[in-house]
């Protein structure tokens, strides 16, 4: 390939772990030219994020790294640290999948960004760097840039923190892109906005992009061609039409094939049995007071029965997750009310308000921030049983096994830790904790959002088990619409606080009535390259037609 500019040629890396070598990537060739947009695909622990860092040394210094990966004529992994820093930010750049971790919150993002300058191009004058800053945040499309140079990481939104990392890394014109799931912890909406972004960016600048994601909506948006990773090793590569049409790997049609899709065949409706379990009655939330108050939820009622699963949908800042927090009694109330088993929260004393409290599981988005680094799977299981269950040793070591395996994790596990244990293991011992009381009402909010495409869907197909076993209701958080059409029964759609559209999962989702809705809908990638071109041909020319 006569325009290449990044060959990799059987990289291995290996890490030093208590003595022993273990393998994470093992003999991979690729390259990526020009302007081109290359995606790795696979699991978690497939070792494409390690892939990717192995490139800009990023990786810890227990890896040993060997192989060849030629940026053009220069070999970047013999570089000395000194020559690494100077590649680093000027020709290759990376946006990583956490803005707000790879964001200092110490500093104004406008100082950060003028300090990758004053690093790389110290040719600039202050004046100049200043410019450069404002230039670069009018190119990634955020809104009154001069002012908002002089913000907070803390007082951006999602999107807004990942437009200010991608113009971080565009600032000295890059060669190469490392994208490093930009777009996982994002809105459906946000995302596409994200991904015009990159996309016209790449357009103007001519930069390669290394794009690596699970999200196959995505791949089927920006990528040109894919390389398909599993336990370190290559299992094909293909441009990308040709692969999502005839995958020729067994690994990567099981992988097509565990995508959800909105258009989930018709499931009976569950018959609620006696009363409600969850019942949300115009429930408002204000945070501050005066002329700084801000209404999080506004007038919102929901109700939700015995073996019902009803998702709250919506962008960030639409209130669902305050939602969900009134439903366990965090977050005080401010007007409204909400019962749990006909029980009020806000008024359960004593014993009342510790059974109710014993009647709620719930299952967090990031599992390795839920599970105490310190306990082991065993105790953090056994804790609710101590506490509200009363139970002690033989009985307790037999709920905990037995709880162990209703989600399928064998019951030697339970003396492991939660950092020996992959996304999904750790997203399965969370979810035995939120149902070791046998709980009446489960909240999961955004659960699978950080999993990749497979071990979503055994997560999404152990909590169908559980539910359809348990008989809990639910109340699922999320703002993947189609993992929302694979489970769910009812969607509630919030916007602003407010509910805009309900009812029945396939009329939602399939004929909605409401624009927002709409709007969300037409934002969720496909994973179909043919049909997301023909989709992102429709918005240029509306945005081109709105402008």
């Not at 022993?20 to 093992?26: H, K, L, M, N, Y």
């Not at 906005?193 to 948006?221: C, F, S, Y």
């Not at 559980?466 to 009812?490: G, K, N, P, T, Y």
């Amino acid at each position: 390939m006569t325009d290449t500019l990044l060959q990799v040629r059987d990289l291995r890396v290996d890490f030093r772990v208590g003595g022993e070598s273990v393998p994470a990537v093992q003999g991979v060739s690729f390259a990526v030219a020009r302007g081109e947009v290359v995606a790795l695909v696979g699991e978690s622990g497939s070792g494409k994020s390690v892939t990717a860092l192995s490139l800009v040394g990023l990786l810890p210094d227990s890896a040993v790294v060997t192989g060849s990966a030629r940026l053009d004529d220069e070999e970047l992994l013999s570089m000395s640290e000194r020559e690494r820093n100077g590649i680093r930010g000027s020709r290759v750049a990376v946006i990583f999948q956490d803005p707000a971790g790879a964001l200092d919150p110490v500093f104004p993002v406008g100082s950060q960004i003028e300090e990758t300058l004053r690093v790389h191009r110290p040719e600039l004058s202050r004046a100049e760097r200043r410019a450069r800053a404002v230039e670069l945040l009018e190119m990634v499309e955020i809104d009154q840039p001069e002012r908002r140079l002089a913000s907070y990481p803390h007082q951006l939104s999602g999107g807004q923190a990942q437009r200010v990392m991608i113009a971080m890394a565009l600032s000295c014109d890059p060669e190469l892109l490392i994208a490093d799931e930009p777009t996982t912890a994002l809105d459906v909406t946000v995302q596409r906005e994200i991904l015009d972004v990159v996309r016209r960016l790449q357009k103007r600048t001519g930069a390669a992009i290394l794009l690596i994601t699970h999200d196959m909506g995505v791949v089927a948006d920006l990528a040109d061609r894919v390389v398909v990773m599993r336990r370190g090793q290559v299992e094909e590569t293909a441009p990308v039409q040709e692969l999502f049409d005839a995958p020729r790997a067994d690994y990567t049609r099981t992988l097509l094939e565990a995508v959800p899709r909105i258009g989930a065949p018709a499931r009976p409706a569950p018959t609620a049995q006696g009363a409600p379990v969850l019942q949300i009655e115009d429930l408002g939330v204000v945070y501050g007071r005066g002329a700084r108050a801000v209404t999080a939820v506004d007038g919102v009622s929901v109700t939700i029965g015995e073996g019902e699963i009803v998702a709250l949908v919506g962008e960030s800042g639409s209130g669902k997750s305050t939602i969900g927090r009134c439903a366990l009694g965090l977050t005080p109330i401010t007007a409204g009310r909400v019962l749990v088993d006909g029980v009020d929260l806000a008024r359960a004393r004593g014993r009342a308000a510790r059974r109710v409290k014993g009647a709620v599981g719930f299952v967090f988005q990031n599992s390795l921030a839920a599970l105490d680094p310190r306990m082991s799977v065993g105790a953090s299981i056994a804790e609710p049983l101590r506490a509200h269950g009363g139970l002690r040793g033989a009985a307790l070591d037999a709920r905990v096994t037995e709880l162990l395996a209703a989600v399928e994790l064998p019951a030697s596990w339970e003396r492991r830790y939660p950092h020996e244990l992959s996304g999904g293991q750790r997203q399965r011992v969370a979810i035995a904790r939120a149902i070791a009381l046998r709980p009446r009402l489960l909240i999961a909010d955004e659960p699978t959002s950080a999993l990749d495409v497979s071990v979503q869907a055994t997560v999404l197909e152990l909590l169908r088990d559980l539910q359809r076993d348990l008989r809990f209701a639910c109340l699922f958080i999320s703002h993947d619409l189609a993992v929302v059409d694979e489970l769910c029964d009812r969607v509630v759609v919030l916007h602003r606080g407010r509910i805009v559209e309900e009812g029945e999962r396939r009329a939602v989702l399939t004929a909605p009535t409401d624009t927002y809705t709409r709007t969300l809908l037409a934002a969720v990638p496909v994973p179909d390259p043919r049909e997301q071109a023909a989709r992102r041909a429709r918005w240029e020319k509306e945005r081109l037609r709105a402008s």
